[in-house]
């Protein structure tokens, strides 16, 4: 730590800013990695979900009285 003790204010304000841009990016990567892979694995699983979800939309129209009179 003596080495820090040699830089002048705006040196000590530039490292601060390095090293917050370093682990921000760093962190940013990181969540997007975990992002993608939950992602892939929503994908996986959503065409099987997409069907359930289509037959039971399917079969509650057909339980519900149709909306339109007929003409009489």
Not at 14 to 21: P, V
Not at 39 to 45: F, K, N, V
């Amino acid at each position: 730590m003596e080495f820090l003790s040699n830089l002048s204010d705006d040196q000590i304000a530039l490292l601060g800013c390095a090293t917050a841009l370093v682990s921000t990016g760093s962190l940013m990567c990181l969540s997007y990695f975990i992002g993608r892979g939950r992602m892939q694995t929503a994908r996986a699983s959503s065409p099987a979900a997409i069907s359930r979800l289509a037959e039971t939309t399917a079969a509650d129209a057909a339980k519900q009285p149709s909306k339109h009179r007929s003409a009489a």
